[in-house]
Nanobody
């Protein structure tokens, strides 16, 4: 599976962005999907995941502000980000997981200004 993330940009603190990750290939619905982020000088960290059964999980930093969702008909996973903070600034990556395999997209930059 190949992943293409989009939707990043520059936004003021308190604003919103919606990230999208489009997957190519078939059988998108069998993958667990996730969003991760990596800020400069920091390790990549989990933001949110959604299983193929649509169960969701969020990092504490994302709870109550971010929502992950998927549209299997469009082979796309979304991350709606509200009430953005300066510390949310990072490159955001989408990930597809199936058993022991992980696939990564190229990342999209999110910059939150104060």
């Amino acid at each position: 599976v190949q992943l293409q993330a989009s939707g990043g940009g520059l936004v003021q603190a308190g604003g919103s962005l919606r990230l999208s990750c489009a997957a190519s290939g078939s059988h998108f619905s069998i993958y667990d999907m996730g969003w991760y982020r990596q800020a400069p000088g920091k390790q990549r960290e989990l933001v949110a995941t959604i299983t193929r059964g649509a169960d969701t999980n969020y990092a504490d930093s994302a709870k109550g502000r971010f929502t992950i969702s998927r549209d299997n008909a469009k082979n796309t996973v979304y991350l709606q980000m509200n009430s953005l903070k300066v510390e949310d600034t990072a490159v955001y990556f989408c990930e597809a997981a199936l058993m022991a395999y992980q696939y990564w997209g190229q990342g999209t930059q999110v910059t939150v200004s104060s």
